[in-house]
């Protein structure tokens, strides 16, 4: 609500939002609620632009840990 207040998210009239600017989030799960309008796990919840891996799968694959 705060975004929409901020024309930082505009309601276009479709079944989605446009985010009109960089909004900097602290964390990918933050990230990743403020899309889906949940509390999600970011690291799971965000996936790689084939849809079949996730970030947290992404960073596994080269000895990361996930950002806290």
């Known amino acids: 609500a705060e975004g929409l207040a901020a024309g930082l998210i505009v ?3 479709g079944p989605t939002l446009e985010v009109t600017k960089n909004i ?3 964390s990918v799960s933050l990230a990743a609620a403020v899309v889906s309008g949940n509390d999600v796990a970011g ?3 965000w996936k790689r632009q084939s849809g079949t891996e996730s970030y947290a ?3 596994a694959q080269r000895g990361s840990l996930p950002p806290m």
């Open 11 to 13: 309601d276009r009239g």
């Open 24 to 26: 900097p989030l602290g």
């Open 43 to 45: 690291t799971n919840a």
């Open 57 to 59: 799968q992404w960073l």
